[in-house]
């Protein structure tokens, strides 16, 4: 999609290659539903695919041309951004992880999927982004250390304030996968 585009053209874009997140996901066999059929979780084939993946990126480290086939950008539209925590600048907007961690997790991720589906390029960027940062919520144990995962929740500091967060961590080596708002869970 050219950056030059008018929004009525990206929006057409997003409507036309958004994916049911399930489904697809269902259909690459990336995920399956739990013993209870009540929520899903990842393939074991999917795990050790990931695992491998994995391993690569914490070897090679992340590159920003990683970072721009996740976001659908060219590379030199990619620079890492000057926060004091894992961010990299995509045109003009800052995407930012809760850890090197996650970051390390989405890239290994989007890399399957790129190598199990055509279909994953096509899947606009944005629905990319969020379908990886909801899969790093379904692992059980640390693709890291092994240990457990867990969510919990804080007051951290963000650049307005202090802000109360749900997070999904690690409990033994403390890399943080995911973080959301608490004021974003219905009921809380």
């Known amino acids: 999609m050219a950056r030059d ?3 009525a053209d990206r929006i057409a874009y997003r409507r036309a290659n958004a994916v049911d997140p399930e489904a697809f996901l269902r259909e690459l066999a990336v995920v399956e539903p739990t013993e209870d059929g009540e929520n899903l979780q990842f393939t074991p084939a999917f795990v050790s695919r990931v695992d491998r993946q994995l391993e690569k990126v914490r070897s090679t480290g992340v590159e920003t041309g990683d970072i721009a086939d996740m976001f659908g950008v060219t590379e030199e539209n990619v620079t890492v951004a ?4 894992t961010a990299y600048k995509t045109r003009t907007t800052v995407r930012n992880w809760p850890s090197e961690a996650a970051l390390e997790l989405d890239v290994a991720v989007d890399r399957e999927l790129r190598s199990e589906t055509d279909r994953w390029d096509e899947v606009p960027p944005r629905q990319r982004h969020r379908l990886l940062q909801s899969l790093r919520s379904f692992r059980d144990d640390c693709p890291f250390c092994g240990g457990p995962v867990a969510i919990g929740d804080e007051t951290v500091e963000s650049c307005c304030g202090d802000t109360e967060v749900v997070t999904v ?3 033994e080596c ?3 996968f995911l973080e959301f708002s608490a004021d974003s869970i219905p009921g809380r």
Not at 82 to 85: A, E, G, K, S, V
């Open 174 to 176: 403390d890399r943080r």
């Open 169 to 171: 961590g690690c409990g």
């Open 5 to 7: 585009e008018s929004a």
């Open 82 to 85: 000057d926060r004091p925590y």
